[in-house]
T-cell receptor, first 115, second 115 residues
């Protein structure tokens, strides 16, 4: 089974609107971390936000928030007030406490912000 | 967070040749990784670069094709050997500092094209 599943290959959003990028994960480890990265067309990977499996509250970082639903094993990224510069690939990733080192990446979602 | 310098940022190479990519970190880090990202795909882990010993390769990647060095805790190289057009990808080095909640930080990537 895939460790990280991103079912939206491509998404479009109107500038200034909010958008949700979906991510589901699969693990039997009670301790894990979930991460979102942004990859612009220039290729660098930019860390956006982190959610720990034991965190009681959803993580937020500026315009980014993570909708963490542990029972459903989902960790959706919400981008509020979309900007043209948000157009990029977005990857969800997981790190398990047991293995510790390896990160599992999803296939990514391409987001296009429309002016 | 660690600052990672990766060189070269891009290159165009002839088939059959080899290219060495360098990754320099501004602080000592325990874990360094090398990834390949083929066009339109997600990240695939090539290997974990181990300081002072042979790298740990993932299934499908071998040392003869992707030799890795890590002479100290701040520097690593990845060589792509005997290149073919199928090796055209973005190659990324990354580091992780510390515990489960710490994200991977990436270099800016090397965009490699093989003619």
């Amino acid at each position: 089974a895939q460790k990280i599943t991103q079912t939206q290959p491509g998404m479009f959003v109107q500038e200034k609107e909010a958008v949700t990028l979906d991510c589901t994960y699969d693990t039997s480890d009670p301790s894990y971390g979930l991460f979102w990265y942004k990859q612009p067309s220039s290729g660098e990977m930019i860390f956006l936000i982190y959610q720990g499996s034991y965190d009681q509250q959803n993580a937020t970082e500026g315009r980014y928030s993570l909708n963490f639903q542990k029972a459903r094993k989902s960790a959706n990224l919400v981008i509020s007030a979309s900007q043209l510069g948000d157009s990029a690939m977005y990857f969800c990733a997981m790190r398990e406490g047991g293995t510790g080192n390896q990160f599992y990446f999803g296939t990514g979602t391409s987001l296009t912000v429309i002016p | 967070s660690a600052v990672i310098s990766q060189k070269p940022s891009r290159d165009i190479c002839q088939r059959g040749t080899s290219l060495t990519i360098q990754c320099q970190v501004d602080s000592q880090v325990t874990m360094m990784f090398w990834y390949r990202q083929q066009p339109g795909q997600s990240l695939t882990l090539i290997a974990t670069a181990n300081q002072g010993s042979e790298a740990t390769y993932e299934s499908g990647f071998v040392i003869d094709k992707f030799p890795i060095s890590r002479p100290n805790l701040t520097f690593s190289t990845l060589t792509v050997s005997n290149m073919s057009p199928e090796d055209s990808s973005i190659y990324l080095c990354s580091v992780v500092e510390g515990n489960l909640g710490q994200p991977q930080h990436f270099g800016d990537g090397t965009r490699l094209s093989i003619l």
